[in-house]
């Protein structure tokens, strides 16, 4: 069995966190000290700025918005123009999760193994729970071992009902009865957790296909958002893995984890400017508060 999340829902080997710890990025200030007092290297900014994992185009916007100024190019303009560009890209506002009127609003968790699905998803709920919304969860993710116990104990944790079924059940049936249960209820929101699945497996990715489509019988217009959960310390993989999940499920958002033990976090911005794709959200922790809305200038100021 999935262990229980201790009191207040902090592990035990991060009692010393606090809340008000940061994301561990900052390549810009990397930048800074690479190329304080010395001309800069067009190769070795190249290279640094895509090392970062802000990919290639972006890399590209950077250094051509650079080489367009006419004063000469020190550390400090390399930093400024940077972060005037990241700006540019990243969604000025962060977009609420905002209940409909007389539906349930449905959330589709998707992503690969690893990248913290289930406890985002429990985050999430958590989150909308403290705005002092209703949530019913459902734990379609009916394969990974104690998946469906692990869900269930944060369920208990935050307060809110779990629809589930059987290990192996189908997940699409298991989709289709939370979404019926909560039309029933009467519940604002709609969180279903699925498994973790390589975005390189066609029948894996063709199985979330399935889910979309169980939604959809309920409410034509459901799932309304799917949100892709990734690990920013995955770097250019997360790209490759948004590519892959949009086309099968027209991704609506990124949740990024790991960004408190990440040196990076460019993927962000790399995801955002070649797929249109907006981060939502970032975790930054293992507690349950450990999740904010993405907020682009808060985003940009930890990278300095």
């Given at each position: 069995m999935w262990p229980s999340p201790p009191e207040n829902g902090i592990a035990p080997q991060k009692l010393q966190k606090t809340r008000s710890s940061k994301m561990a990025f900052g390549f810009l200030k990397n930048i800074l000290q690479k190329f304080t007092g010395k001309p800069v290297d067009w190769d070795e900014l190249e290279e640094t700025l895509i090392r970062a994992d802000l990919g290639v185009p972006m890399t590209q916007r950077?250094?051509?918005?650079?080489?367009?100024?006419?004063?000469?190019?020190?550390?400090?303009?390399?930093?400024?123009?940077?972060?005037?560009?990241?700006?540019?890209?990243?969604?000025?506002d962060h977009?609420?999760?905002?209940?409909?009127?007389s539906k349930p609003k449905v959330i589709l968790v998707v992503g690969v193994n690893g990248t913290g699905k289930t406890t985002s998803t429990a985050k999430l709920a958590a989150l909308l729970k403290k705005k002092g919304h209703s949530v019913l969860?459902?734990?379609?993710?009916?394969?990974?071992?104690?998946?469906i116990e692990q869900l269930e104990v944060w369920a208990g944790r935050i307060g809110c009902d779990l629809i589930k079924g059987p290990y192996n059940a189908d997940p699409a049936s298991v989709c289709h009865d939370a979404a019926h249960a909560a039309e029933a209820r009467g519940v604002e929101f709609l969180i279903c957790d699925t498994a973790g699945r390589l975005h390189n497996k066609s029948?894996?990715?063709?199985?979330?296909?399935?889910?979309?489509?169980?939604?959809?019988?309920?409410?034509?217009?459901?799932?309304?958002?799917?949100l892709l959960v990734i690990d920013a310390t995955t770097g250019g993989n997360a790209l490759v893995q948004a590519r892959e999940f949009k086309e099968v499920t027209g991704l609506t958002g990124?949740?990024?984890?790991?960004?408190?033990?990440?040196?990076?976090?460019?993927?962000?911005?790399?995801?955002q400017n070649e797929l249109g794709i907006p981060a939502r959200f970032v975790g930054t922790g293992e507690t349950l508060d450990d999740l904010e809305f993405f907020d682009s200038r808060k985003f940009v100021e930890q990278m300095l």
């Open positions: 950077i250094l051509d918005a650079l080489q367009k100024r006419t004063e000469p190019v020190t550390a400090q303009s390399v930093v400024s123009v940077a972060t005037e560009e990241i700006l540019k890209v990243l969604p000025r977009p609420m999760l905002r209940p409909f009127p969860l459902a734990a379609a993710d009916t394969f990974r071992a104690a998946a029948n894996l990715m063709q199985e979330l296909a399935k889910v979309r489509r169980s939604l959809s019988r309920t409410d034509a217009s459901a799932p309304h958002e799917v990124i949740i990024a984890t790991k960004l408190d033990g990440s040196g990076k976090g460019g993927c962000i911005i790399a995801i």
